[in-house]
């Protein structure tokens, strides 16, 4: 009976050497950290040059059409973590994003994966995913080559994001998710930018415009200032309430 | 191997009518028009004509096609993933993976 205790021990003892041991010398996580300071904005080009897959504009414009792919299995997750030096991280803190997304015809290859972070700013994966859906609404409205969207969304998606939106610095969250059809890309200031009183504030939710002086002015969550002219181009509309 | 539940619950009941290959592209012809493409790893597949899919399963590159007699077919595909893909007989993608 002591026998057998005394091998309990020196087994719980080795063992817990071993873990020690593996802590103290496990590579530190390139992308690890509290605020993700090294967490890439844009994918390697090496390992992620992007990947498409067979289809069409009239595919990809089909409703559901994402739907039909195949979910990226776990174990090719773990591998594109690992090929970025991520070895651990928190829910929530990165997703493995498709390059040139799914909705524009990229493909689950590890040729276009990689880990995106959900944390960093003012560039991350929210903000994407803004770019990847004004892309795609480009493309079905026949307004943008679906190839060419492929192109500039995996050259460099930041670049891309700044042209189609006009804007140096992501809109607010939301901005992509705009409702009204006939707004075409963003052609003015984001709300970080100073403003005058010429401009009209824009709810990016409701599609309404509101003048300076009106009740809702600058005060709705999701919103930006354009001149009156820039947003009825956009296709916003005076909201009848001021 | 696990379970690939998207494309079996497609392709479920569905009768292999023929095969071609033109490397390294495998195309499944289906009795009910559709067809399913397979990019290979470049190995050489006879696949006879009658079986009827009754699951398919997938791991790494391997995609394994489980029929209702109880036989299967293995195929090498040249990559883990974006290798397959179903159209139906109006050549509408059903599934991809």
């Not at chain 1, 904005?41 to 992620?48: A, E, F, G, S, Y």
């Not at chain 1, 970025?84 to 997703?95: A, M, P, V, W």
């Not at chain 1, 290859?109 to 960093?120: E, F, I």
């Not at chain 2, 095969?19 to 006879?48: C, E, H, K, R, Y």
Request: net charge positive; hydrophobic share 35%; glycine share 8%.
């Amino acid at each position: 009976m002591r026998i057998r205790t005394l091998h309990r021990a020196v087994f719980f003892f080795s063992l817990a050497l071993a873990l020690l041991g593996s802590t103290v010398n496990a590579p530190r996580p390139a992308f690890a950290g509290p605020f993700q300071q090294n967490a890439p904005l844009r994918p390697d080009p090496v390992m992620t040059p992007g990947g498409v897959l067979p289809v069409t504009k009239e595919d990809i414009c089909v409703p559901g059409y994402s739907k039909k792919v195949r979910n990226v299995p776990i174990g090719v997750k773990r591998k594109v973590y690992a090929a970025y030096g991520i070895t651990q991280h928190k829910t929530g803190e990165y997703e493995i994003d498709h390059l040139i997304s799914l909705q524009l015809g990229g493909s689950n290859s590890v040729k276009n994966l990689w880990p995106q972070s959900y944390l960093t700013q003012p560039w991350n994966a929210h903000v994407k995913d803004a770019l990847e859906n004004r892309l795609h609404s480009e493309v079905c409205k026949g307004h943008l080559d679906l190839a060419a969207a492929q192109r500039e969304i995996a050259t460099d998606w930041i670049a891309a994001y700044q042209k189609y939106f006009r804007t140096q610095l992501p809109l607010t969250k939301g901005a992509g998710r705009a409702r009204n059809s006939r707004r075409s890309p963003i052609t003015s200031s984001s709300p970080a930018q100073s403003h005058t009183g010429d401009k009209v504030w824009v709810n990016l939710k409701s599609g309404k415009y509101f003048p300076p002086g009106s009740r809702y002015y600058g005060k709705t969550k999701q919103g930006l200032y354009l001149s009156e002219a820039d947003a009825q181009s956009q296709g916003y509309v005076a909201a009848k309430s001021r | 191997m696990a379970r690939n539940q998207k494309l079996t619950r497609l392709i479920l009941g569905r009768t292999i009518t023929g095969t071609s290959t033109v490397d390294p592209v495998l195309t499944v012809q289906f009795s009910d028009g559709s067809q399913m493409t397979v990019q290979t790893d470049g190995t050489a597949l006879t696949i006879a004509d009658g079986g009827t899919v009754s699951a398919v399963r997938q791991a790494d590159t391997t995609l394994q096609l489980v029929f209702e007699d109880g036989s299967t077919l293995d195929i090498a595909t040249a990559e883990e993933t974006s290798c397959v893909m179903v159209r139906d007989r109006n050549h509408v993608m059903e599934y991809s993976d």
